[in-house]
């Protein structure tokens, strides 16, 4: 896993290099609830997605055991595939744009071994051979800063360094940062870029002995834990899968049999509205630059900001400046467990990943797995 970077093409990140770069809004505010018709949809679930210069970039179990694909932006045909031999989590990008960095569960890709990390050479999309970063458990969320390539997820260590949940590396040799020590004493699920300040959400109670309850931020420029320590987003609120920012809320998906959907605003550390909850948990966020948060997971049945409740499920819309639900962006995908895993945005679509069975066209389900794209209207 979500911003616009300004380049000959706008680009949206699952979990990116985009604040720090100067980046520009799509140019539409809301998007349809039938899908369009691609022309390619991958033989498993897409767990990770971003876009740039007319392509969209998907990780997941694309062919059915684990993959790194581009598709056309404008067609949805398939571009190309590279195979790994496990889940891919995470993607995001270079500062220039010309490396794809991925993260995940596999140990190899395209034959060659890679452990849990590897980069993609945009000119041919082939792997950068030399460029050796390793992880011990499953990367789950990666952004770019400067020179680093910051990593996320139920991780021991980051290129053969003892790092809990969070870890850099170079983004040219892959080599670990030295001057980064910073450890959590549980998992970091989510990654996201303030300026120079790094957001982490996830399961932690503490990073590097300092108490933060499941959200925490990082000064890049001194490579210092922040004074921002928000109170916890709810009582049962023990995990938050993702967290996106918009330079005045930190927004959070949380799990559990209830799930919820919180902010934190960045100077305060206070709740600007009223949680939305769901009957499951809120897995992905996207902020399309359009004044809506977008969000997925595997709830099923509804979505409720407290005043409005929706009988929907995998995907849904809010207004940031109030938090209530668009009530008019009420599409229907089917198979909401696991749901969705990502999404991201062109500037005339939006683009669902994840594990679901079809989405909702005149009535029925037309049975195309795994993506979905919405046109903006």
Partial sequence: MR??????????????????????????????????????????????????????YLGGKLDGTGG????????????????????????????DGSRLYAGGQFSSVDGATHR????????????????????????????????DLYVAGKITSVGGVSHRGIGA??????????????????????????????LLSGSFSHISGAFRSNLASIDLTTNALTSWAPAKLCSSCDQYWDVQTDGVNA????????????????????QPWRLIATDG???????????ELYFGGHFAHYISDGVNRLDQ??????????????????????????GGWAITSTPDKLWVGGDFGGE?????????????AYPGV
Avoid at 170 to 197: H, I, R
Avoid at 281 to 291: I, K, P, S
Avoid at 360 to 372: D, E, F, I, R, S
């Fill in 3 to 56: 911003w616009t970077r300004r380049l000959a093409y706008p680009i949206a990140t699952a979990t990116a290099v985009i604040a720090a770069l100067g980046f520009a809004a799509p140019a539409n505010a809301s998007y349809a609830k039938a899908p369009l018709t691609l022309g390619w949809h991958p033989a498993g679930p897409v767990h990770s997605s971003l876009t740039l210069n007319g392509i969209v």
């Fill in 68 to 95: 790194i694909a581009a598709v056309d932006a404008a067609s949805g045909d398939l571009l190309w595939m590279v195979p790994a031999n496990n889940d891919v989590r995470a993607l995001t990008l270079s500062p």
């Fill in 116 to 147: 849990h990390l590897v980069a993609i050479d945009l000119a041919d999309h082939t792997v950068v051979s030399n460029w050796k970063a390793g992880a011990a458990g499953t990367v789950r969320d990666l952004v770019v800063f400067g020179n």
């Fill in 169 to 198: 590396v170079l983004t040219t040799t892959g080599k670990p940062d030295p001057a980064f020590t910073f450890t959590a004493d549980n998992d970091v699920l989510g990654l996201a870029l303030n300026g120079s300040q790094l």
């Fill in 251 to 270: 927004y959070v998906g949380t799990s559990g049999f209830q799930g919820f959907l919180g902010a934190f605003n960045l100077t305060t550390g206070r």
């Fill in 281 to 291: 948990d809120v897995q992905t966020l996207r902020l399309a630059g359009d004044g």
């Fill in 313 to 338: 499920g995998v995907v849904g819309a809010l207004y940031t400046a109030t938090g209530r639900l668009d009530t008019s962006f009420t599409p229907k995908i089917y198979k909401t467990y696991p």
């Fill in 360 to 372: 909702q066209v005149n009535g029925k389900n037309n049975k195309l797995p795994y993506l979905a």
